[in-house]
């Protein structure tokens, strides 16, 4: 009974010790700022403050970093050595002292001594949560038009929100235990309010929507839960039905991320997305859409006749939210991932540009048809606040994807129209590491690194840049037939796109298809990660074994 007590004293000091070194390393497991040597001196203080002195004779004590996992009744942990390893994510701590064997006469002479020996390894539970490049812009106020036909598009019938009616959703958050909570209020079975069962859910898009809306009115945001609300009537069904364990791209063990806070805008789009996946969506835009695109201040004015701005969507797979833990596991794969939207994507705007001396309006046509394949952004570590730093940091890896692009440009003053631009753009950018701090308030900004590589619409802006060129206009112009005399009115012609339309064109990557990309999730080739969407959960350790 004796020993009992004396190996279960020590089996307490070395659990002390590895919980403090897990903790002294930020509670989000130990990043490469972090020394081996504060890590050791967090775990001997652990050992001494439960009664374990190293300097005692007979008295041993190492610690190791590495990774532990739990699974199949097995709990392990490999030795990795190195603190900035992305997969250390561990500390183990083994001590052993020497003792008398007995109290009776026997045990105080001779060798009678017997080594006890015990050990214990900590990690991390923290998890954290984002999304890569799919971010909802946020809309001055009178832009609502192209959130508005967007949100009517991917949901089968017409949202009227006003300018200011998403603005809810966008500063709301929720968790998975949160969902989890919220289930039953949605009517999904989760049974004992299980995150197993909630990410392996079959829902609607309308369940979903509501599901949502239950789970931030929880967290306090009304007007979020009465936006979603609305959202949820208006969702016409299709065939397509969402399984949550596919919006969230979730840990393997998704207990640890129960309270990671994740941003609801990036997930109602990556749901709306799923719910129309390898379906072809109609998104159009009517009142207020020349605002939006700032054609009021210029003589150019969105072509009705011809149908006005179509955009035809057809989503392949939706955008992932990730939501777990920093590193890689026992494996070397990235424990949370979060992806990209596969899609295709067509625009065609057409315009129409008056034109001085009665001469007839000047016809503009721009096609823009986009594909765009899966890029993906890893959670590589995490740091969170100390008593000594109150802020939170992130290192995400982005690798982006591939972006193709066809466009063209065609003008004509009659019913015979010029090629003014055809081109391709196959957009291939290698990956990039981006860091974030994050204080209390939750509000981040990115620390270091760039946007991995250049935009979809960067490289479309980049092309239209060429009609720019009078030079390049008038050899296209004098290539073909206007119907006109080509003398004054050339010239005419050439000036008055180089003055109102190419500049326009020019601009629409700021003020139509980039935003329109990053409401969708699909700046692949960019990948950036919305500081908005990066929430971490309650930092706390746990013992493995």
Not at 135 to 160: I, K, P, Q, T, Y
Not at 231 to 258: F, H, K, Q, Y
Not at 309 to 336: H, K, M, N, S, Y
Request: glycine share 12%; hydrophobic share 45%; with cysteine.
């Amino acid at each position: 009974g004796r020993l009992f007590l004396e190996k279960r004293s020590l089996q307490k000091a070395v659990d002390a010790a590895a919980l403090s070194a897990v903790n002294a390393s930020g509670f989000c497991g130990p990043s490469g700022e972090t020394t081996r040597d504060q890590l050791r001196h967090a775990a001997l203080s652990g050992l001494v403050g439960n009664g374990f002195d190293p300097q005692d004779e007979g008295r041993q004590w190492e610690m190791s970093v590495g990774n532990a996992s739990i699974g199949d009744g097995e709990r392990r942990f490999d030795a990795t050595g190195d603190i900035g390893d992305p997969a250390t994510d561990s500390v183990m701590v083994r001590a052993s002292r020497t003792v008398r064997s007995s109290l009776l006469a026997g045990g105080w002479v001779g060798s009678n001594r017997q080594q006890v020996r015990a050990v214990a390894a900590a990690r991390n539970v923290t998890a954290a949560s984002f999304a890569v490049g799919s971010e909802l812009v946020r809309f001055r106020s009178g832009d609502s038009a192209l959130l508005e036909g967007l949100l009517s598009g991917l949901l089968g019938s017409e949202v009227d929100l006003g300018a200011a009616g998403f603005d809810g959703v966008l500063d709301s958050e929720v968790t998975l235990g949160g969902l989890v909570e919220a289930a039953p209020l949605a009517g999904i079975d989760v049974g004992a309010g299980s995150v197993e069962r909630l990410l392996a859910a079959e829902v609607t898009v309308s369940e979903f929507l509501t599901l949502l809306a239950s789970a931030v009115e929880g967290e306090g945001f009304v007007d979020a839960g009465l936006t979603l609300d609305i959202l949820a009537d208006r969702a016409v069904e299709g065939e397509e039905v969402l399984r949550l364990g596919d919006l969230l791209a979730s840990t393997t063990e998704p207990r640890w991320s129960r309270e990671a806070k994740i941003d609801v805008a990036a997930l109602v789009m990556s749901g709306l997305m799923r719910g129309n996946r390898d379906h072809a969506v109609e998104i159009s835009w009517d009142d207020g859409l020349e605002n939006v695109l700032g054609l009021e201040s210029s003589g150019l004015v969105i072509d009705e006749e011809k149908g006005g701005l179509a955009l035809e969507l057809t989503v392949i797979e939706p955008p992932q939210v990730a939501v777990g833990p920093p590193g890689r596991d026992g494996d070397g794969d990235w424990r949370t991932v979060a992806r990209t939207a596969q899609a295709d994507l067509a625009l065609r705007l057409p315009l129409r540009l008056d034109m001085p001396d009665g001469m007839p309006s000047l016809s503009l046509e721009l096609v823009v048809d986009m594909e765009l394949v899966r890029g993906e952004a890893h959670l590589a570590r995490l740091s969170c606040p100390t008593w000594q730093d109150p802020l939170a940091y992130a290192d995400i890896q982005v690798s982006p994807g591939v972006a193709w692009a066809g466009i063209s440009v065609e003008a004509g003053l009659t019913d015979d129209m010029i090629t003014l631009l055809e081109t391709e753009v196959d957009i291939r950018n290698g990956p990039t590491d981006q860091a974030f701090a994050i204080p209390a308030d939750g509000d981040g900004w990115k620390i270091r690194g760039d946007s991995a590589g250049t935009s979809v619409g960067e490289a479309v802006a980049d092309e239209l840049t060429l009609l720019s060129d009078p030079d390049l206009l008038e050899s296209r112009l004098l290539a073909g037939s206007l119907g006109l005399p080509l003398d004054q009115s050339l010239s005419v012609v050439s000036g008055s796109l180089v003055e109102e339309a190419a500049p326009f064109l020019v601009e629409l990557d700021d003020v139509l298809i980039d935003p329109l990309l990053g409401a969708l999730g699909l700046q692949v080739a960019r990948a950036e990660i919305p500081v908005s969407s990066l929430g971490i959960g309650d930092g706390r350790a746990e013992l493995v074994y």
